[in-house]
Structures are given as structure tokens and as C-alpha cells.
């Protein structure tokens, strides 16, 4: 190797590890900053289990865009929490050219590809997929948007797709209750499943909020869980939404969407395989 080309290698930035899990679950919680959230016991103890991303943020106020750019890579125009009908590319689109699969799990979603901007307790807000053309528009990828209760079905199946997000409805995410009520119905209602090795075989988990309270700093709790994250670990590295996209893209090869998702750091020092 000439002197040249060993200072252009040894000046290149290191690579990210490929993150070692199979499939991915991305439970959003809302509206509370980062030492709120860890002030509540069962989120305090996952931190303690899985590993922390403790200078995460997210990128905007209010919800609405938050969840596109977790999808997308961009709020694509959303600056508020109002019904939003999108013609643009998304994570989605990316899986399916891969030929891997995507889903949500949806608390109060009626199935029937329903785009109301309420639905009991159900919020359009905080469901992203439904207000994308491509999937609105087309019958098998709406039914790609269940009800929560499928989630037990699937995994007994093995049949959880590679991509899903998990969205609680607007209690269950503390949006009107809390944060101590959120931190209580995961530790109830996901507690078990984390439990289980068999729902957790090959799977990452991503428990984080959408947004914190709404400071400009953003900064809100991030912890990852799985049989392929470093119990334990914290990494003090700047992540944010753009952050966790790319870290799914680079996961499963899909190349990126060209927005904020193609310069923002892939998730790294937490892997037990680096």
C-alpha cells in the first residue's frame, strides 16, 4: 500500500458494526423528556438491562412529525398533528424492494385501512404508514397496519415481521396519563414478553418517546433490548429518529431514502458482536 493510500485509509471514519439481531420492534411512548422517563422505575431498569442511549433526541414538536421522519428520513411537510396524505417514499418501500417485511401494531385500530384522525383512543398522528399514498391506496399493504391484539398471534407464528412499530393508544402511551402510567403498562404489558426468549430470539427491541416536552434540545430516553445489545451499555454519542432509521436500513442492506437518513449516524458501541 502506497503512503498515500494507507493516509487516506487510516483517516477514513471506522465503519459502524452491523447490528447483530434479526428483526426489529420500535415501541414509541409520548411526550417526556429524557430524566423524567428515567425516573420511572421499569424504564429506569430496562436502561439498567438493555442498553441506553442517553443523548438521544428526537427532531421536531409536535408528534405527528416525528413519526414520518422515523419513517421517512424527513417530516415531508408535517408540522403539526392534522391529517397528512403523503406521495413520497418511506421505510416501507425500502423493505418490500428487499423483499423483507414490515408491519404495525396499532392499540384501537379497526383494521379496513381506516384514516380517521380519531378512532377511540387511536390517533392517525402516531401511525405513519396510513398516511402514505402507496399504502392507503392498496389493500394488502393497509393490511400490513393490524390491531395490537395480533401481536401474540404473529409471534407464536413466527410470523412478526422484520420491521414492526409497536403504537399504544393515547393512554396506554402516557400521552394523556403520564409518564408513570406509560412506564407501568409496558412493564405490564411487555414485561412478560421480554421475558420470553422465544419472543425475543433474533429480536431488537427500540423503547424511546416520540418527543420530550417541548424544549428545542429534545432530548428524550432511548433504550435498546436484545440478545444482540451489550447488557448494560450507555453510550453518550448524539442519535436521534435519523439515527434509528438508518441504523434499520443499514441492518438489512436497503440502502438509504436520500433525506436526513443518508447522513445521520447508524447506532453504534452497544452491539455484542463489534
Not at 41 to 47: C, D, F, I, M, N
Not at 100 to 118: F, L, M, Q, T
Not at 247 to 256: H, I, N, R, Y
Amino acid at each position: 500500500m502506497s503512503a498515500l493510500l494507507l493516509a487516506v485509509f487510516l483517516a477514513a471514519p471506522a465503519r459502524a458494526a452491523k447490528p447483530p439481531f434479526e428483526k426489529i420492534m420500535v415501541i414509541v411512548l409520548e411526550n417526556t423528556d429524557y430524566k423524567e422517563a428515567l425516573s420511572q422505575p421499569y424504564l429506569a431498569a430496562l436502561a439498567q438491562r438493555g442498553a441506553l442511549l442517553s443523548n438521544y433526541h428526537a427532531i421536531a414538536h409536535p408528534s405527528q412529525p416525528n413519526y414520518v421522519a422515523l419513517v421517512a428520513g424527513d417530516p415531508l411537510g408535517a408540522k403539526d398533528d392534522e391529517k397528512r396524505d403523503l406521495d413520497a417514499r418511506h421505510l416501507g418501500d425500502l423493505l418490500e424492494a428487499k423483499g423483507r417485511s414490515w408491519g404495525v401494531y396499532a392499540e384501537g385500530y379497526p383494521r379496513r385501512c381506516a384514516a380517521d384522525k380519531h378512532i377511540g383512543r387511536y390517533a392517525r398522528k402516531h401511525e405513519p404508514f396510513i398516511s402514505f399514498a402507496d399504502v392507503r391506496g392498496d389493500p394488502a399493504r393497509c393490511a400490513r397496519i393490524k390491531p395490537a391484539a395480533d401481536l401474540d398471534r404473529d409471534a407464536a407464528a413466527g410470523a412478526l415481521p422484520d420491521y414492526s412499530l409497536y403504537v399504544p393508544d393515547l393512554d396506554d402511551d402516557g400521552h394523556d396519563t403520564g409518564s408513570a402510567f406509560a412506564s407501568k403498562w409496558l412493564e405490564k404489558s411487555f414485561g412478560p414478553r421480554f421475558a420470553d426468549p422465544k419472543f425475543m430470539k433474533g429480536l431488537l427491541v427500540v423503547v424511546t418517546f416520540d418527543e420530550d416536552g417541548g424544549t428545542r434540545d429534545n432530548r428524550v430516553y432511548a433504550v435498546l433490548l436484545g440478545d444482540g445489545v451489550k447488557p448494560g451499555a450507555r453510550t453518550d454519542a448524539r442519535y436521534d429518529h435519523y439515527s434509528l432509521l438508518r441504523t434499520v436500513e443499514d441492518a438489512f442492506g436497503l440502502g438509504t431514502l436520500g433525506r436526513a437518513d443518508a447522513k445521520a449516524v447508524p447506532i453504534d458501541g452497544v452491539w455484542r458482536k463489534e
